[in-house]
């Protein structure tokens, strides 16, 4: 089935908050596909200016998140609305919006709040088919108790599709006993249009980086872009960038955190030693300035261990940019996107001096030009896989399913 394939079903689709990924995937649907459905939001987070704990700031993005298709947000009675517990997410009013909107069908992300527990048992009193879209994965995690196994047995059992978004999320699926017929492929991606790595004012804006950060046109970039919390493993790196202590090489730090008072204590700790290579530390980007930040790097490295990256996006976005990366073999994309030695490099999160060992394998990969360009072009046909085509091929499909 294509993008362009069209659906006489209209879809209410339930979402926590606008982001800087889903909107832009519901705005190409909206373009390239004909297929009507109205996205209920159940907080304005994005949108408006809210404090992001692991951030460590208030922002909201800046990036169009509501324009391009159809939206409408579901007042949210939460006290302290958000992620972190059951109530976060109470919207009174959810069920009677879809139902005046009348759906054909229901798609779901997350199931472990009051409004989605609502939403579902709503809909399974009018035998409207729920799809549900997730992207948890059962690396590094321990198999869950036997309760919680049946719970999600018996949960899973009343959906009809659900949209993985990758290797790791379908043996998660299939672990709680769903059957392959009802999984469809509908693949974690970034907005192209944004991540154009041939954009010319993407390409000024990283190249006065650059100056400003003091780096000469030889300088090779080593970049950790996000959240800087203790699951992402960003002390890490920086000990494993400085054991390396390799000439010619930068580290660049994107972002903000409670780990940055760490960061710079290790740092500091260090300060003067003969022959460090330079770290440098730039605040938290808002999205549109990402893809420069992206430009100024050889390498992007994702060290993170434990559940916490059920599929890691900036990994998305920096290979969409042409970037190759490096990640550990917890983070839940790197089936799908990073190939050792082929589309960027892997390592054991759980292996002592595995990081240092991987980093200086790129760096030396890097260091060669043919082996440069064979891994850059691998990154391009491999990222092409991951677009909006490609997951809104899995909706349809899951969509048309219901039909057959």
Not at 33 to 41: G, P
Not at 85 to 90: C, D, L, T
Request: hydrophobic share 45%.
């Amino acid at each position: 089935m294509t993008a362009s394939a069209g659906s006489s079903l209209r879809l209410a689709v339930v979402l926590s908050h606008p982001t800087q990924y889903y909107s832009p995937w519901f705005r190409w649907i909206r373009a390239h596909a004909s297929l009507e459905f109205r996205v209920f939001y159940l907080w304005d987070f994005g949108v408006s200016k809210r404090h992001d704990p692991e951030f460590d700031k208030s922002f909201e993005w800046d990036v169009d998140l509501l324009s391009g298709y159809d939206s409408e947000f579901v007042p949210n009675a939460s006290r302290k609305p958000g992620a972190e517990h059951f109530f976060g997410f109470n919207n009174p009013a959810l069920t009677a919006r879809i139902e005046k909107w009348r759906p054909d069908a229901l798609l779901l992300f997350g199931y472990k709040w009051a409004s989605h527990l609502r939403v579902i048992s709503w809909a399974r009193r009018r035998r409207i088919p729920i799809l549900f879209r997730g992207d948890s994965h059962l690396i590094d995690r321990r198999s869950p108790r036997l309760h919680v196994r049946l719970a999600l047995r018996s949960l899973f059992a009343k959906f009809a599709a659900f949209l993985y978004v990758g290797a790791a999320n379908r043996d998660y699926f299939e672990a709680f006993g769903v059957p392959v017929r009802k999984l469809y492929l509908a693949p974690h991606s970034v907005d192209t249009a944004l991540f154009e790595r041939a954009g010319a004012e993407h390409r000024r804006a990283a190249e006065i980086l650059r100056s400003q950060l003091g780096f000469l046109p030889t300088t090779r970039v080593v970049l950790f872009a996000g959240k800087f919390v203790a699951a992402k493993q960003p002390a890490k790196l920086l000990e494993a960038f400085l054991e390396l202590n390799q000439a010619g090489t930068a580290l660049v730090f994107v972002g903000d955190g409670p780990e940055g008072e760490r960061l710079r204590a290790l740092l500091s700790h260090r300060a003067g030693a003969a022959g460090d290579p330079p770290v440098k530390f730039l605040p938290f980007a808002n999205q549109s300035e990402m893809p420069s930040r992206y430009l100024l790097a050889d390498l992007f490295v994702l060290p993170s261990r434990g559940a916490y990256e059920t599929w890691g996006l900036a990994v998305n976005e920096a290979m969409e940019m042409g970037v190759p990366c490096l990640v550990s073999d917890r983070v839940g994309c790197q089936r799908d996107l990073v190939t050792h030695g082929e589309t960027g490099w892997v390592f054991d999160a759980e292996a002592p001096g595995a990081l240092a060992l991987a980093l200086r394998a790129a760096l030396a990969d890097l260091e060669v030009p043919y082996r440069r360009e064979e891994i850059r072009r691998a990154v391009a046909d491999r990222i092409a896989h991951f677009g909006y085509g490609q997951t809104t091929d899995g909706l349809l499909a899951a969509l048309a399913g219901l039909r057959a």
